[in-house]
Every structure is written in C-alpha cells, then in structure tokens.
C-alpha cells in the first residue's frame, strides 16, 4: 500500500531542512521504514521549540504529524518557574550568608564598650624593674585635667599595689607614692618596681581625679624580673 506523508498545522515553528525534506517526499510515495524514522528524528532535533508529534495511521495508509504550540507554551512555562526559583534560592542563599556574617563573633573580640587597658602587658607578665606602662581607653574622651570637667572624659591614673581592683566611682585619687596622676593626657607611664609581685590597676578619673569606678578600671599583676 502506498502511503503519502502529509503536514498540518503551522510549519513556521519547524526547521527550513525539515521543511525541505518534507517537499521533496510528497512528490513520490514513501515508506516509513526505521531509517526514515531515525532522519526525521535527527532533523526534529534541530528545531527551534521543542514539538509533540502524533503520528497516527489513517485508513487511506496517510500519516498524519500534527505540530503543537501547547507542549512549546507548556515548555517555556516550566522553564520561567525553574528560573524564578533559582532566583529565590540564590537570594535566599545571599540573605542567610549576610545574616551569618553580621551575627558572627569576631575571633578577636575587643572589651566592653567603656573600658580601660594595658595595651603593651598582660596579666602575669614578666617585667624589668623599669619599664613604661601603655595605657588604652574606650568610649571617654581622653582630655587632660586643664580642659576642666567634660561628661564623658578624663585622664588614666596608675595605682600600685592597691588593695581593692578600683578606686570607687566619685572618690578622689590621692596623691602619693603609690598613686600616679598623668593629667596631661598620657598613654604611657613609666615605673621602677623592686623585684617580685606587683598588682597595677590603671584607674580613669574626671578632671577632677575623681574615679569612676570599677566600670573604668583594669587590674593586672606583673612578675617584676630580678635584674
């Protein structure tokens, strides 16, 4: 039985070879033998939206291939919702990594926001009977006294071998031996220690020597080196 290969639809969404070849069969009958089949085949692969083919045998021995738009619209669809979720997950992704970063504890952590340092010698430290001492402040304003009282300012004050780890907030530091004042706003101080264990405590103060506490002071012992 001779049998014709037909094509309905639109034919613009097809390949211009495929169109070709399809020409140059419906002039002389056909048979779909597999070789024919695995050429269409190749030939479907090559155009340009994906096709859903029907080949369906007529009684007249006709085989119809039916074209459709709906499997190509269904295509892109798919492809738009697999592209927006790839944009939220990379989104999402970005969002979590910030949030990390931002709550993330850095591996060095400074101290409390208002505070007093060493920033030269660390607690059980071994020194030379002279060695000069390098004050830190955080959050006050490092003023010398003769600018006068200014909230939120002050000058470090060193005190040896105190028995308490601060001088109590309001009370005026003496001035003696073991009490040193450096009101002109220093960072550094030095000190001559005997031999053996020393406790240092650097104490911030106003302009008017008056301490302000246990939240403005840092107590270190030194192991002072017998030279």
Do not use: C
Not at 44 to 65: D, E, I, Y
Not at 104 to 132: C, H, L, R
Not at 163 to 183: L, N
Not at 201 to 221: C, D, R, V, W
Request: glycine residues 6%; without cysteine; charged residues 20%.
């Amino acid at each position: 039985m001779s049998e014709k290969l037909i094509l309905q639809d639109d034919t613009s969404i097809l390949h211009p070879r495929f169109i070709e070849l399809l020409k140059s069969r419906t002039s002389s009958p056909i048979q779909p033998t597999m070789p024919t089949m695995k050429l269409i085949i190749s030939f479907l692969a090559l155009a340009a939206a994906p096709l859903s083919l029907a080949w369906a045998p007529q009684s007249s021995g006709v085989f119809r291939r039916t074209a459709s738009m709906s499997a190509v619209e269904k295509n892109v669809s798919v492809m738009e919702q697999n592209n927006s979720r790839r944009q939220f997950l990379g989104t999402s992704a970005t969002a979590a990594m910030a949030a990390a970063l931002a709550t993330a504890t850095p591996a060095y952590a400074k101290g409390p926001k208002n505070s007093v340092s060493f920033s030269n010698v660390k607690d059980g430290d071994t020194v030379p009977p002279k060695f000069t001492y390098k004050f830190e402040v955080e959050g006050f304003e490092l003023l010398p006294a003769s600018a006068g009282n200014k909230e939120g300012s002050g000058h470090h004050h060193l005190v040896v071998d105190n028995s308490k780890a601060f001088v109590d907030k309001g009370e005026a530091i003496p001035f003696d031996g073991t009490h040193k004042h450096y009101g002109k706003a220093q960072t550094e101080g030095e000190l001559e220690l005997l031999p053996g264990k020393h406790k240092l405590t650097l104490q911030f103060a106003n302009a008017n020597h008056e301490s302000y506490g246990k939240e403005m002071a840092k107590t270190i012992t030194v192991n002072v080196k017998d030279v």
